[in-house]
């Protein structure tokens, strides 16, 4: 009885999670102030620790890159983040400014946020990042490109992995 509720319950969920992805799926841009407002959506909705984020808005073949790594493909994206998520205990990353811009190659977006989170690993490591990502938009207003800085290095971020931090999140 237990494992016929927790399928049906699995069942439910994954259709509302599909009837939500193909409602980000539909979303209409007609210039460089809806990308800021559907970002502005999307960080509010703590895109990055819960893998929830509005994909129409980004080019099929988008580059993503941060100090550690560099791929291709909103797909990827959608599911690297959803590989982190279950890491993250008490994650949140705060937006502190989104603004829009050009230059002589194109329109842009810059966010500046802070991630904080633990990971859910035995020494229980704190991750905390200061940072900032360039989303490089077309003529069609689709995110070609999503570039993070960070206000540490790559092997400073990946340091802060292998720091043991013991006790509660909350400490």
């Not at 102030?33 to 960080?43: A, E, F, G, R, T």
């Not at 400014?97 to 966010?111: H, M, Q, R, W, Y």
Request: a negative charge; hydrophobic letters at 40%; glycine letters at 4%.
């Amino acid at each position: 009885m237990c494992v016929c509720v927790s399928v049906f319950a699995n069942l439910i969920f994954c259709r509302l999670e599909r009837e939500r992805d193909e409602k980000r799926e539909e979303i209409e841009v007609s210039g460089i102030d809806d990308v800021v407002l559907i970002l502005n959506s999307d960080y509010e909705n703590a895109y990055f620790v819960t893998g929830v984020f509005t994909s129409a808005i980004y080019a099929e073949d988008c580059i993503f890159e941060d100090p550690t790594i560099r791929f291709q493909g909103k797909e990827l994206y959608s599911r690297n983040l959803k590989l982190l998520v279950p890491f993250f205990d008490c994650p949140s990353i705060g937006l502190q400014k989104l603004e829009k811009g050009i230059n002589s190659k194109a329109n842009f977006v810059l966010a500046t946020w802070n991630l904080r989170t633990y990971l859910k690993l035995p020494w229980r490591p704190l991750i905390c990042i200061d940072g900032s990502t360039i989303y490089e938009l077309d003529d069609e207003f689709k995110i070609v490109r999503h570039a993070e800085s960070w206000n540490v290095s790559a092997l400073e971020a990946i340091g802060q992995i292998f720091t043991p931090r013991f006790g509660r999140p909350n400490d």
